[in-house]
């Protein structure tokens, strides 16, 4: 499958953002599908996942009560509604699908997907 991730950009501490994942290729609903982010020097770290029954998600402490995931398996999207940004949000974020997933799957950990996207820049301003 072809990820391609969107609607990064430049936003003030507070406000919101909506990245979409855009998928071309094998049947998006086989897949449970994530968000990561990474900023320069540091690991790429875990934001959302969904699973591919869209019945299950999974969030990073940091992201929680903020951040919503989504997906749209009509449309081959899915998306991260991002609220109440703040400047630690600040990364480059890339989309991911995962091939082996049961119906229940989210998968938290990177080496759980087998797809990813070319990334979208978050950039919140203090």
């Known amino acids: 499958v072809q990820l391609q991730a969107s609607g990064g950009g430049l936003v003030q501490a507070g406000g919101s953002l909506r990245l979409s994942c855009a998928a071309s290729?094998?049947?998006?609903?086989?897949?449970?599908m994530g968000w990561f982010r990474q900023t320069p020097g540091n690991e790429r770290e875990f934001v959302a996942a969904?699973?591919?029954?869209?019945?299950?998600?999974n969030y990073a402490d940091p992201v929680k009560g903020r951040f919503t995931i989504s997906r749209d398996n009509a449309k081959n999207t899915m998306y991260l509604q991002m609220n109440s940004l703040k400047p630690e949000d600040t990364a480059v974020y890339y989309c991911?699908?995962?091939?082996?997933?049961?119906?229940?799957?989210?998968?938290?950990?990177?080496?759980?997907?087998?797809?990813w996207g070319q990334g979208t820049l978050v950039t919140v301003s203090s």
């Open positions: 290729g094998r049947s998006f609903s086989s897949y449970a």
């Open positions: 991911a699908a995962a091939e082996r997933s049961s119906i229940w799957d989210a998968p938290i950990h990177g080496s759980n997907y087998d797809s």
């Open positions: 969904i699973s591919r029954s869209d019945r299950r998600a």
